[in-house]
């Protein structure tokens, strides 16, 4: 378990993340792009051995209540942590916030027992979680889900099919989000927690354009009986539970999006101070400037907004408005400072050998989860 730590005012969160950096750069920024070549995904073991690592600097156990073994840091302070990964390695920051966040969830929201038995692995990273809420047929509209969950005896009869669900292919446990009870609407939906050992289901790994080394799955549930005991929240309570998730985990996405963007900036002034044409450092070219002046600014905002609705999580909990305005901007800003970032590189920005050309990916394939960007204008409006 790591040593519990302090961050509550800005001069600590600011040791907080030069801590985190200076590992991450030293320790493993020259892992990256071996491993996103070579890896889609991460093996379950590089990735526990990733996560083991991280958690002596505040890492998976970060927002998890103290009384249960976590940090129990503010958003704030984890929202730092996690920008300071996403720089690093978005896909890595990706798999940990889904880590971090069902070990919160489950230290709130479920029975003592699954606290005894589950949370000491999730913070040791022993254990690693998912969360299947959207299907193929029920993305933003979770209101259309088809899977279900049938009361037989004991246990609950899970049937149902789950897509696009972070660490799918290698997690232990899922907390999954069926209907109980159809007649009641969302009132009808309940949040079971899927032991995948007592409780067997087949996943299936996804290709995507990008986060190549964070596991994206189909997971498909076939009379999956699960103890009615492992019910998380109350019955019927599985809507207005994940609802509250996916807001934070809207700020997240887009404190991740934060990171990539300021490591597109970072990446483009390196390179134009570097590289010389017609005599002199592209950097000195006004036209370079103002490419990186946008970038630089739009940067500065989306990280502005997104802070803000980590605040407002922090204070009030009321934050549905503003993690969607964050998510919003933030995709759309690092979808356009890392297509920027890769003009200032030229044709090298389109080899796969410059680190740019990732993070343009990286960048795109955060756009959907969580909510597309029509769904995030849809939420605002």
């Known amino acids: 378990m790591a ?3 302090d961050y509550g005012t800005a001069s600590q969160r600011k040791l907080l993340q030069e801590g985190a950096r200076d590992f991450l750069r030293k320790e493993i920024a020259p892992l990256v792009e071996e491993c996103e070549r070579k890896y889609h995904p991460l093996p379950k073991d590089m990735l526990q051995g990733f996560f083991k690592q991280l958690i002596p600097l505040g890492y998976v156990s970060s927002i998890a209540p103290a009384e249960y073994g976590g940090e129990d840091l503010d958003f704030v302070s984890c929202g730092v942590l996690l920008e300071e990964l996403a720089h690093v390695w978005p896909s890595l920051a990706v798999s940990m916030m889904v880590q971090s966040g069902q070990a919160r969830f489950v230290a709130l929201h479920g029975t003592d027992e699954h606290r005894r038995k589950y949370l000491p692995g999730l913070l040791s990273a022993d254990i690693i979680a998912s969360l299947g809420g959207t299907e193929p047929n029920a993305g933003s509209g979770l209101r259309d889900l088809q899977t279900t969950a049938v009361l037989k005896g004991s246990g609950y ?61 189909e997971l498909v549930f076939e009379d999956c009986r699960v103890p009615a005991d492992n019910v998380t929240g109350e019955v019927g309570s599985g809507y207005q539970l994940i609802s509250s998730l996916l807001a934070l985990a809207r700020c997240c996405t887009s404190i991740v999006e934060v990171g990539i963007s300021q490591a597109a900036v970072d990446q483009a002034v390196k390179y134009a101070r570097e590289r010389v044409q017609f005599g002199r450092p592209i950097a000195k070219f006004q036209l370079i400037q103002e490419l990186i002046a946008d970038m630089v600014v739009e940067t500065e905002a989306a990280r502005l907004l997104t802070y803000k609705a980590l605040r407002l999580a922090k204070r009030t909990g009321q934050h549905f408005l503003e993690s969607s305005a964050a998510k919003y901007y933030a995709c759309e800003t690092a979808g356009r400072v890392t297509a920027r970032a890769i003009e200032v590189h030229g044709a090298y920005g389109i080899s796969q050998e410059c680190p740019t050309e990732r993070l343009y990916r990286d960048a795109r394939t955060l756009f959907a989860p969580d909510g597309p960007m029509p769904i995030q204008k849809l939420f605002i409006g």
């Open 157 to 217: 009869l899970v049937n149902g099919t789950k897509l696009w669900i972070t660490n799918g292919t290698i997690c232990d446990i899922c907390v999954v989000l069926a209907y109980t009870d159809k007649s009641k609407k969302t009132h009808g939906m309940t949040l079971l927690l899927v032991d995948r050992n007592e409780s067997p289901f087949t996943s299936t790994n996804i290709e995507k354009l990008g986060l190549h080394c964070s596991s994206t799955a």
């Open 3 to 5: 040593v519990k730590l």
